[in-house]
């Protein structure tokens, strides 16, 4: 079945550093992937999203490229924020059959001002 | 549309009773998903509906468990007999079948079991 694999966290950043997230996946089929957060004391939301190999998915400065030749998806974003502050999934999209965004532990990221 | 709503947020119970709650999805969205998380864990898969039929069940989901769909549109999870380990976070979301489209989350339903 689909996997993913994220680097465990907490990160810990000050303010205004550069974040990589590293997700890397196996799919059986093509997958689409996604970025998911979850801010504190909040409900999960969509950041961004990628439907094919080298599309890019941009959202509130965060950025991730879809590279199929290393089955990565990794999350970048030049200069975070104390807002940024959360934890993060990588979650594949496989189309057909009886899909079910599966979750790992996420990443969470601190940022300190 | 305001998204998935999920009712209440937040229910204490005492050990042993039942508690109910209700999941409203985006109205076109076929497909509504249960999930439960605790601290410091990603959400768990429970459950989904497609319409009104339920298709799938995680292991996690024990006997006392049990949701509905009935016409297509809210659903309920029921837990029976409820226990310390129930206490977590209840997560409802609702997605388009057939697309690559992500899952629409509620906010979820806190439950502590005391």
């Known amino acids: ?113 | 549309d305001t998204g998935v709503s999920q009712n209440p947020r937040h229910k204490i119970t005492k050990r042993g009773q039942n508690v109910t709650f209700r999941c409203d999805p985006i109205s076109e969205h076929n497909r509504l998903y249960w999930y439960r998380q605790t601290l410091g864990q990603g959400p768990e898969f429970l459950t989904y509906f497609q319409n009104e039929a339920q298709l799938e069940k995680s292991r996690l989901l024990s006997d006392r468990f049990s949701a509905e769909r009935p016409k297509g549109s809210f659903s309920t999870l029921e837990i029976q007999r409820t226990e310390q380990g129930d206490s977590a976070m209840y997560l409802c979301a609702s997605s388009i079948q057939g697309a690559p489209t992500e899952a629409f989350f509620g906010q979820g339903t806190r439950l502590t079991v005391v």
Request: hydrophobic share 30%; aromatic share 14%.
């Open chain 1, 1 to 113: 079945g689909d996997s993913v694999t994220q680097m465990e966290g907490p990160v810990t950043l000050s303010e205004e550093a550069f974040l990589t997230i590293n997700c890397t996946y196996t799919a059986t089929g093509y997958p689409s992937l996604f970025w998911y957060v979850q801010y504190p004391g909040e409900g999960l939301q969509l950041l961004l999203k990628a439907t094919k190999a080298d599309d890019k998915g941009s959202n509130k400065g965060f950025e991730a490229t879809y590279r199929k030749e290393t089955t990565s998806f990794h999350l970048e974003k030049g200069s975070v924020q104390v807002s940024d502050s959360a934890v993060y999934f990588c979650v594949p999209y496989t189309a057909g059959g009886s899909y079910i965004p599966t979750f790992g532990r996420g990443t969470s990221l601190i940022v300190h001002p």
